[in-house]
Every structure is written in C-alpha cells, then in structure tokens.
C-alpha cells in the first residue's frame, strides 16, 4: 500500500471576505474528490482571505498510480479558473 500526500498552496484573487474563499474552496475540493477519488481538506491559512493551504492524498497499490493520480489533481488545480496554484509538494509514504 502507497499513501500520496500534496500540500497546495493556492491563491484566491478574487475572494473579498472568508466567506467568499470557502465558497471557492468547498466546490474546488468537492470536484477534486468526485473526479479523482482522493481527499481534499483545507490545511492553512485558515485566516487569510485570498490564500489557502489545500491537503490532498491518496491511497494505491502502486507509487506510480498514487504520483499519476496527484500529478492530475496538480494538472486540474492549474487550469482552474478560480484559483491560482502557488506552490505545491508531493510525497510518497
């Protein structure tokens, strides 16, 4: 069993209250996990309206399956209109 873990760091340009942002995020975590199957959860910045720090992971029989699959969600996260991928870590356990 491969467990694969993310830590994104996003930007959310154009959220005006912290209610604006968890608007943005409860549906971008929502298709995260509809469309590849994986957890999603805020992880910090908790406090910042346009900023957020997204925990992804997955669970596989294969390390290669588990860095496809966050490769994707990295993939997706970047072509996401909302938001904007700042920085993001990848790690296999």
Do not use: W
């Not at 509809?34 to 957020?52: L, T, W």
């Not at 997204?54 to 990295?74: E, N, P």
């Amino acid at each position: 069993m491969v467990i694969g873990v993310s830590t994104a760091t996003l930007r959310i340009a154009g959220a005006r209250s912290l209610k604006d942002k968890r608007r943005v995020l409860k549906s971008v975590l929502a298709r995260l996990h509809n469309r590849f199957n994986v957890a999603a959860a805020e992880v910090g910045r908790h406090d910042s309206h346009q900023e957020a720090e997204v925990g992804i992971a997955c669970v596989s029989t294969a390390g290669s399956h588990a860095d496809q699959v966050l490769a994707a969600v990295m993939g997706f996260l970047e072509a996401e209109g909302e938001i904007e991928l700042v920085d993001y870590h990848t790690e296999l356990l």
